[in-house]
């Protein structure tokens, strides 16, 4: 790896985890938008990341919005969901470098495996975490919109 790329990566990788912090917030601003009983929105908080995104779709289902505009929305917390796997391998695992390989040691991956077999890596690479990051703040914008 080069000099230049190991500099990159808590960059890159903070820029990312600050993307779904805000996300996050905005998430829970959607489910106190549309949830009609304030124990909803304090439920949620307690609530793992994949839960929440249900549950918003569920209220997002429900509510008023228009057809066009709920659409969107359930896309857009779609795709989050999608990155949310990236999120899950970066918050839970460590990041490795090894034999010119860089990834992640996903723990849920370890499983099952006996001493001295191979740990396996889940690659991600600096392009790829920058372009969810990226993405993640388009999704911001568009969510951020008034209602």
């Not at 990312?16 to 304090?42: H, P």
């Not at 439920?43 to 209220?59: G, M, S, W």
């Not at 359930?74 to 990155?83: M, P, R, T």
């Not at 740990?119 to 969810?132: G, Q």
Request: proline letters at 5%; a positive charge; glycine letters at 6%.
């Amino acid at each position: 790896m080069a000099t230049d790329d190991k500099n990159r990566w808590p960059e890159i990788i903070g820029a990312f985890l600050i993307n779904f912090g805000a996300i996050e917030m905005l998430l829970l601003q959607w489910i106190r938008k549309f949830s009609t009983d304030s124990i909803v929105c304090d439920i949620a908080i307690d609530l793992p990341l994949n839960k929440r995104l249900a549950l918003v779709c569920q209220l997002l289902k429900r509510s008023d919005l228009s057809e066009e505009r709920k659409k969107r929305a359930l896309e857009l917390w779609g795709d989050v969901a999608k990155i949310s796997d990236t999120r899950n391998i970066i918050a839970h695992s460590p990041f490795v470098t090894h034999q010119n390989q860089n990834g992640f040691i996903d723990v849920k991956k370890l499983k099952g495996i006996k001493d001295g077999e191979p740990v396996p890596i889940t690659p991600l690479t600096l392009t790829e975490i920058a372009s969810a990051g990226g993405r993640l703040s388009k999704i911001f914008q568009e969510l951020a919109k008034p209602f």
